[in-house]
C-alpha cells in the first residue's frame, strides 16, 4: 500500500503542476454547475459504493456538487450508451466496471459504444471477488460447494448484476476452474443479486468484497474463498480459492476507472486527472475504500489500455468456451 501511495503523491504532483501551466491559458473555470458521475449498475453494489465515495472528494474539490446518476441495465451498456453520445463538456462522467470493455464486446453483436467513445481519466479502485452462498446452502466450505454442484449439475443457481458484468464471469470463471454445471441468473445489478442470495432464492454470487463483505460479517450469506493470491484484511478468516481447493482464480478481480466522452476539451481532462489522483491520496478515502475491501488504483490511460486489452483476450476464451451471449 505505501508504494502505491507513493506512486500515486508523485503522478499527483507532476499533473497537477501541468493542469495549472494548461488552465492559465483557459478565462473560463471548470466546473461551474454540478457534475454528473453515471454509475452503470443499480445502487447498493461495489460500483456504486466505490463512485460515491470519490464523488464526495470531488465535490469537495470543486465546490460543485457531483450527483450520482445510477442508470442500470444490459450488463452497465444502458448507462455506458448514455455517456457515450453526451456532450464533451466534462459535466458527464462515468464510472467503468471492467467487464463493460473487456466482456461485453465478445457477448453483443451490436454493442452501443466502444473504448474509442471514451477517454480514460484514471482507474480508482481494484479487488478481488469472493465466492459467497446462501446460508440456506448445506456447505462449509468451498470444496463443499464444488462436491454440491458435482451432484446436482445445472440444478444450483448463481446470480450476477447482469449479463456479461464481473460478477457474471467471475462465476463463469469459477464453474469453469472447479469444473462444476452452474445456471446462471442475471439482474440489473449486484445488491439485487444479493438480497436473492440472502433470501435463498439463488444459491451462489461470486460478488465484489466491497458489496459481498457487510453481508458476510452480519451472517446473512456465506463467504468460502476469495479470489486473490493472498487472504484480505477485510476477511481474513476467509481463504483463497486456491487455498480452498481450486486454483487458478487468483487473476478474477474488478476494477472501477472513471471516464469522460471523448472529445472532452484536454485542460479539462487534465484538470478531472489531477484532481482524481489527488482525492486517491487522501487517507479518509483510502480508508473508505479499504473498509470496502479495495484498494486505490491510480492507473493512467495508457496503463489502462494494456489491462483492457489483456483481460479483453481472457474473457474472450471464457466466453466462446461457455457460447455466452446477452443477445
Known sequence: MTNILTQLRSAAASVFIIAIMVSS????????????????????????AIARSL????????????????????GGSVGA?????????????ILVGGSQLTVNPHIYRQLPYSLSDFTII?????????????????????????????????????????????????????ADAARIDIKHVPYKGEAPALNDLMAGQIQIVVGNIAA??????????????????????????????????????????AWFALMVPVGTPADITLKIRADTVKALTDKEL???????????????????????AAESQKWARIVKLKQLSAD
Open 25 to 48: 491559458a483557459f478565462a473560463e473555470p471548470w466546473p461551474k454547475k454540478p457534475v454528473r458521475l453515471v454509475v452503470p449498475f443499480a445502487a447498493g453494489g461495489a460500483t456504486d
Open 55 to 74: 464523488a464526495q472528494k470531488l465535490s469537495d474539490m470543486w465546490k460543485q456538487g457531483v450527483v450520482i446518476d445510477n442508470r442500470p441495465g444490459a
Open 81 to 93: 450508451s448514455l455517456v457515450a453520445k453526451s456532450p464533451s463538456d466534462g459535466y458527464t462522467m
Open 122 to 174: 484514471a482507474n480508482i479502485a481494484k479487488g478481488p471477488m469472493v465466492i459467497a452462498v446462501s446460508p440456506s446452502v448445506p456447505v462449509q466450505s468451498l470444496k463443499d460447494l464444488v462436491a454440491l454442484a458435482s451432484s446436482k449439475p445445472g440444478q444450483l443457481n448463481f446470480g450476477s448484476a447482469g449479463n456479461g458484468t464481473q460478477v457474471h464471469m467471475a462465476g463463469e470463471a469459477f
Open 212 to 253: 459481498v463483505t457487510p453481508f458476510v460479517k452480519s451472517a446473512r450469506i456465506k463467504a468460502l474463498a476469495i479470489t486473490d493470491k493472498s487472504r484480505s484484511p477485510m476477511l481474513p478468516d476467509v481463504p483463497t480459492a486456491t487455498e480452498a481447493g481450486v486454483p487458478g482464480l487468483e487473476g478474477i478481480s
Open 286 to 308: 483510502n480508508a473508505r475504500l479499504m473498509s470496502q475491501g479495495m484498494s486505490p488504483g491510480g492507473e493512467d490511460s495508457s496503463q489502462m489500455k494494456t489491462i483492457i
